[in-house]
């Protein structure tokens, strides 16, 4: 049975762990529900944090922080995987949090879920945890290079992955890796041949009821998210199988929320799990403006026990492009004018306080007949934006 963690005649708060714009996405869909938010996050003005009374900027870290924030808030999910799980499992003490301490566990450290998703019988590529040099050259010689050695844990767009053609390069991957105290924990995993990256958005609730969004691709220049194309322009039986497993990835760790799994499609028509992200996700902003209920949305549906909404698309297709920063600097563009000018895209800018070169400031939605029409509108938007 459907539990509604929502209570009777009284307004209803849903706290989230950490405040950039996942959180501030989910927090405008959650005014939308009449739901209340409370943030916390390390610092003051973050894109959500801005937007209520409950913030909390001295983040999880500081106990009497937490306290405070978990004392406002009703239920508890997350934008971001990073949260120490033993840190959770305090929260749940004394609240709900989904997804829970043991799902963040079998996420956070990418070994762990790699591991996981094997031993569910899920296609992921060959790998192997690095303890010793030796562990990097008998992998070497059974599936030979070039080879991505990565951080288990704290990795993001790209940062905690290395790419290594040969022996000498992967010793400098590891001796960089080895000074750097966060990322020192690494392990090594097979280069996937790509033909497409993919990635499909699946949202679960605490009886199991889980509703699955179309299959999309996603386009990485430098290992960050540039563009993604909805839907995939790929075999309908390959969309099918790419939503399958993005399911069983969800049910191996017990989900209950919102999770993007991203997914490579092989030159030879296999599809391989690269990671999966235990809430809201890029590849699913599209979903605000092309489909019957947001990812935000259903995401907070998931975790307080509503009935999940469609995730069907209302539009043949959509194409969602990154702003990303140009520059170092503020985090708000020179000017929007010459972007909004053009008529038929969404444009969403997350007030980040500052800028950096390649990080995530906005994003562009533009909807279409068809994904190049959809592509086309963004991208021209995109490009007239001035920084
Ligand atoms: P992060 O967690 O930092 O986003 P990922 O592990 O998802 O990092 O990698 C980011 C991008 O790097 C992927 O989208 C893909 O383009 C590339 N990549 C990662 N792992 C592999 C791999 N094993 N083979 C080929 N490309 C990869």
């Known amino acids: 049975m459907l539990k509604s963690l929502y209570h009777k005649n009284k307004t209803f708060t849903i706290g989230i762990l950490g405040g950039g ?69 305090k929260i749940e003490e004394q609240r709900i949090v989904y997804p829970n301490s043991k799902t963040v566990r079998l996420v956070q450290d990418k070994f762990i879920q790699k591991t996981t998703f094997k031993n569910a019988g899920i296609p992921v590529p060959e790998f192997k945890s690095i303890e010793k040099y030796e562990d990097v050259v008998e992998f070497a010689s059974k599936y030979s290079y070039p080879a991505v050695i990565k951080s288990r844990k704290f990795g993001y767009d790209g940062y905690g992955n290395a790419t290594v053609f040969n022996e ?51 386009i990485q220049y430098r290992h960050i998210c540039h563009s993604v194309i909805a ?53 699913g902003h599209y979903t605000i403006e092309a489909c019957f209920t947001s990812q935000f949305e259903n995401c907070l549906r998931a975790v307080c026990g509503l009935p999940l909404g469609s995730t069907n698309m209302i539009t043949p297709a959509a194409v969602m492009i990154n702003l990303l920063g140009t520059r170092e600097g503020g985090g708000t563009p020179s000017s929007v004018i010459n972007l909004l000018r053009h008529p038929k895209v969404h444009l969403h800018l997350y007030n980040k306080k500052s800028s950096r070169i390649g990080r995530k400031m906005g994003h562009i939605t533009a909807l279409g007949n068809s994904q190049t029409e959809a592509y086309n509108r963004a991208k021209s938007a995109s490009d007239a934006l001035e920084w």
């Open 231 to 283: 839907p995939a322009e790929i075999d309908e039986k390959l969309r099918k199988k790419a939503m399958e497993i993005a399911i069983s990835c969800v049910e191996s760790i017990n989900g209950v929320g919102i999770f993007g799994i991203e997914l490579f499609l092989t030159k030879d028509k296999n599809i391989l799990v690269n990671e999966i992200a235990p809430r809201p996700h890029n590849s």
């Open 168 to 218: 000498e390069e992967a010793k400098s991957a590891i001796q960089r890796f080895s000074l750097n105290e966060q990322r020192k924990d690494i392990y090594i995993e097979s280069f996937v041949d790509f033909s497409k990256e993919l990635a499909v958005m699946v949202v679960r609730n605490q009886t199991g009821e889980i509703a699955v969004y179309p299959c999309v691709e996603t």
């Open 21 to 89: 714009q996942l959180a501030k996405m989910l927090a405008l869909a959650a005014y939308r529900l009449g739901l209340n938010v409370a943030i916390i996050e390390k610092e003051e003005q973050s894109p959500a944090g801005d937007m209520t009374k409950f913030d909390f900027p001295k983040g999880w870290a500081n106990p009497e922080e937490l306290q405070n924030f978990i004392k406002v808030s009703d239920l508890i999910t997350l934008e971001n995987e990073f949260i120490d799980p033993a840190i959770i499992e």
